[in-house]
């Protein structure tokens, strides 16, 4: 009896977990039977694949990183065969499954659906957010989505799997109320002026739980530049942290791309300056068989097209205003 897909499914939760207790909550099965499973996989293949340490994190043997690699080629491969399947022998030639962080809540969602709705042979249409471009890139690996809109530093691992094409580069801006005067700010920024006159808002910001990288700038960028605010207040994601900023309680960092999906009422109490934050290069990326395949190839490029021009346009449509002194560098 030869080994199984499900077992190379298995090996793969537990790479990209680093436990055996977060492989069985990935894929939904429990910590025993992971266990069981690689332990058949083992048994089969003759050799050891991971070694667990006393607080139970894996690390691969030589044999377990080949099999790994094996596996994500393997996997690949059925998923390649099943669509020519469905493309030859399937009414249904299609199963759009697109994943995106949070940062394109909103119009975009709308409009990505107009875009796939166009296909009549399109059966089904599934959207996913993931709060990091780490975990939509894991993703794309494990086959949980087929199509995704992420930072393009995350695709580092296994991108020879995929096709990718840059869209737009995104940059970080500040949020602030614009009951807050450019006079506010620039006392603000003073760093000779006295903390008890400045605007208790400018003493406030939100903090985003994540993505990391972005609560790290944060954290640094107010350190360096308004050392007496507090990021006392904690968000899950930027258009909270933005609605914050819009109702006079906070000032808060976002990226440029959030400006599209923001509501008309919104954009009238905020405005966004230009805090020269290094630009993140933001791609969409497809699994590379999938572009042989008319429905999908056609479907991947309208979401290109519509995100680097349409979407990126109403990027560039905000007024970006430069900030009232020099920066301190983050």
């Known amino acids: 009896m030869g ?5 190379l499914e298995v090996l793969q939760a537990v790479v990209i977990t680093g436990s055996f ?5 990935r894929i939904g099965i429990s910590q025993s ?3 069981q499973q690689l332990s058949n996989l083992e048994e089969y293949l003759g050799i050891l694949l991971v070694i667990r340490d006393r607080n139970g994190v894996v690390s691969l043997t030589s044999g377990g990183e080949f099999w790994y690699r094996s596996s994500i080629e393997i996997l690949g491969k059925i998923d390649d ?5 469905k493309k030859n022998y399937s009414k249904s030639h299609a199963h759009v499954r697109l994943g995106i962080t949070p940062n394109l809540k909103g119009g975009f969602v709308s409009s990505a659906t107009r875009i796939i709705q166009k296909y009549s042979d399109l059966i089904k249409f599934n959207l996913s957010y993931q709060l990091e471009s780490s975990s939509l890139a894991q993703q794309l690996l494990t086959h949980k989505v087929n199509f995704a809109i992420l930072e393009s530093s995350a695709l580092q691992s296994g991108s020879k799997n995929f096709h990718v094409m840059p869209i737009y580069e995104d940059l970080l801006t500040w949020v602030v109320p614009t009951c807050i005067s450019d006079e506010e700010v620039r006392y603000a920024l003073d760093p000779l002026s006295s903390k008890m006159k400045i605007n208790p808002i400018l003493r406030t910001f939100a903090n985003v739980a994540k993505p990391l990288q972005a609560q790290m700038f944060s954290d640094k960028w107010f350190l360096n530049n308004l050392p007496f605010a507090l990021g006392s207040i904690t968000v899950p994601s930027f258009d909270a942290a933005i609605e914050l900023a819009a109702d006079g309680l906070a000032t808060a960092h976002a990226p440029l791309s959030m400006v599209p999906n923001l509501k008309a009422t919104t954009l009238e109490k905020i405005r966004f300056y ?8 933001v791609v969409i990326a497809m699994h590379k068989h999938l572009i042989t395949h ?6 991947y490029k309208s ?3 519509y995100c680097s021009k349409e979407h990126f346009n109403a990027m560039g449509s905000i ?3 430069r900030m009232p002194v020099k920066l301190m560098r983050t």
Not at 3 to 7: G, L, V
Not at 274 to 281: A, D, L, R, T
Not at 294 to 299: A, C, P, Q
């Open 3 to 7: 080994f199984t897909i499900h077992q």
């Open 21 to 25: 207790t977060k492989a069985g909550l």
């Open 33 to 35: 039977s992971i266990s």
């Open 81 to 85: 065969t099943y669509s020519e399947h």
């Open 274 to 281: 230009n805090i020269k934050s290094e630009g993140v290069q």
């Open 294 to 299: 008319s429905s999908y190839s056609t479907i």
């Open 303 to 305: 979401l290109f097209d």
């Open 319 to 321: 007024k970006l205003n």
